[in-house]
């Protein structure tokens, strides 16, 4: 199982397009996938005061959307993130998603050593952005940090994965003819047979 955690407000937007050619690939593939649309679901990323409370003590979460995108992460093998880089970075709906979810005692626990991932069932992730800026200007100039926090600092340590595949298009230094190239060469990025 693939969950493809998505965020975009707008149906008509690129990562809409991004997300419809991925899921079409999965679809010719015959491969078994589930879309956690966080905007349409009405996800709330705020963090509630009795989840603080009970975070430490591992008390877990009562909210039902909560638990069912806990239920997807935990019979995934592969993760997809399909989101636009806002202030550098993932939209807050998106790490709202990683404190709610990836809770203590189901994303990673504490040990003497440290923290440990829980999510070792994901053998795979890809993290697929759209910003205004070209590429080499988010990784060169504005911090990199899809790979130095979302990818390192986030989604290895819930994981255990070294590495995730990141791939971002720029669209100030894209023509449309390349949108359309990129839009085909992200769903080409599932081409291989899981
Ligand atoms: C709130 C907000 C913040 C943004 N911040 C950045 C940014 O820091 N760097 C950047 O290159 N583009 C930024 N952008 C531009 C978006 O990344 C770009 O419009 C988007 O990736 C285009 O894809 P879409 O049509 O799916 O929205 C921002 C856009 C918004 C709405």
Known sequence: MISIIYAHPLKDSLNASILKAVGE???????EYSVLDLYQDGFDPVFKPEEQ???FTGEGTHDPLVKKYQESLAASSQLVFIFPIWWNEQPA???GFIE????PGFGFKYTEQGVAPLLTNIKEVTVLTTSGAPD??????????????FINNIIRPITG???AKW???GLASSSPEQIKEHIASVSDLFEIER
């Open 167 to 169: 791939m971002n298009l």
């Open 161 to 163: 994965l070294n590495t």
């Open 53 to 55: 409370t009970g975070y």
């Open 136 to 149: 080499h200007a988010l990784k060169n100039y504005c911090g990199n940090i899809i790979e130095n926090q």
């Open 93 to 95: 709906i998106v790490k």
């Open 25 to 31: 690939k999965f679809n010719n593939k015959g491969l």
């Open 100 to 103: 709610r979810v990836c809770l």
